[in-house]
């Protein structure tokens, strides 16, 4: 398990002093994301995030000054974790000898894990965003766009085996269109993106297939071939 940002290095909270303190931050932000799964922000207490995390109002307001500044420590917290997740997953160095289609289908699998296990407080982030920017907040794009560039980078290294004109550009638009695809797939499924029904295995083959196909990259040999008269209602991812 990655080592959670000392909260010294998240905005929008007072210190704590000490350790024990520490551990209450982060129990109320951890109560206040799970709570996020199923309940809007705007439905969210102050009440319901200090009742699951098992501690006080005080305890809450001696660290944040109000539930927005939780919702800021929140998308810190995130941001870093992220950030130094995304910068570990696209090392050159790691992915050294190992075939572009699996290099492609593995960010895929990656971003898609990344969106189902903080679903709830990145949706309430996006609503967040569109609904009333914060100055609290660091622009809420940011993160996506560095790791689009990230990605296009790792995968234009390997521009030898793309075969679309601009490879760099290539690699760049496709992984904007994973995101944008799991953002409205898995972020927000009852929008338009539930008229096509595909389960979470589907949802990862078929992105891959587009990324491949779409930077002109052959999938490896044997992968395995979808009906294409499948029914496009009836499952939810």
Known sequence: MKPRP???RIRWVRPPRQKRSERTLHRLLDAAER???RKTFDELTVQDVVKAAKSSVG????RFADKEALLA???DRH???AGATVSAAVDRERWRGTPLPEIVREIVRFTLRLYRSHRG????LVLRGHARPDPRYRDPKQRSRTAIAEVGALLASRSEEIGHPDPKLAASLGYLSVLATAREKLLFGDSTASAVAVSDHELEEELTRAYLAYLHVKPPRGAARKNPTRRAHGRNA
């Open 35 to 37: 709570l996020l799964d």
């Open 121 to 124: 407080l990145l949706r309430a």
């Open 73 to 75: 420590a929140l998308y």
């Open 6 to 8: 000392s909260s010294s």
């Open 59 to 62: 305890s809450f307001y001696a």
């Open 79 to 81: 941001q870093e974790e």
